[in-house]
């Protein structure tokens, strides 16, 4: 448990922080783990995030989209512990941490969809931080362009120009595996 998770304990099951968390979790977790390499400090940022997002629940009363701000916070969390030295010894994504949860899936369409899922997070390592910071940003935290571009502190064409510039690589990337064409026999 780290430093501030007490602050936290407490929280009511049914607020809708935490339901907002609990719904996210997966995609949160996977998401950071791709960020930071592996499913500890994925956790660990998690936790951070929460307590922070726990923290100023009541100064930030008029968010309109509360998983935005929570994808927004988590991220930036990711974003410091990446800077920060003891994360720069991060260990490589491991095929466990880049599983979804399966529980609810028959054994071959869980096989095939943790393939679609290792095909799309190899794609995104990829892309330049800040297309994978963006496409994250938008796909998973659900922001606005504009919202983006006010926490990167970018113009909101930049944000555009990044996004655009991913969907591009992604496409790229997985096309061939959608068709069927060896990852050794691409250009």
Not at 87 to 99: F, G
Not at 123 to 132: F, K, M, N
Request: glycine fraction near 6%; hydrophobic fraction near 45%.
């Amino acid at each position: 448990m780290g430093p501030h998770a007490a602050d936290a304990q407490d929280a009511p099951a049914d607020h809708p922080l935490v339901a907002c968390f609990d719904a996210a979790r997966d995609e949160l977790l996977g998401t950071l783990a791709h960020l930071l390499g592996n499913r500890d400090d994925a956790l660990d940022a998690a936790q951070e995030a929460f307590v922070k997002c726990w923290r100023a629940r009541d100064t930030d009363a008029g968010v309109g989209n509360l998983r935005a701000w929570v994808f927004k916070v988590a991220l930036n969390t990711a974003r410091d512990m990446r800077k920060s030295a003891w994360s720069r010894r991060a260990k490589p994504l491991s095929a466990e941490d880049a599983l979804v949860n399966t529980r609810d899936h028959p054994p071959g369409v869980a096989l095939e969809h943790a393939e679609e899922v290792g095909r799309l997070r190899a794609a995104i390592s990829g892309l330049r931080p800040d297309e994978q910071e963006v496409f994250l940003l938008r796909q998973n935290g659900e922001l606005t362009y504009e919202q983006i571009a006010a926490q990167r502190q970018t113009p909101v064409g930049t944000v555009k120009t990044q996004m655009r510039s991913a969907l591009i690589k992604l496409k790229l990337a997985l096309a061939p595996a959608a068709a069927g064409v060896p990852a050794h026999d691409r250009v």
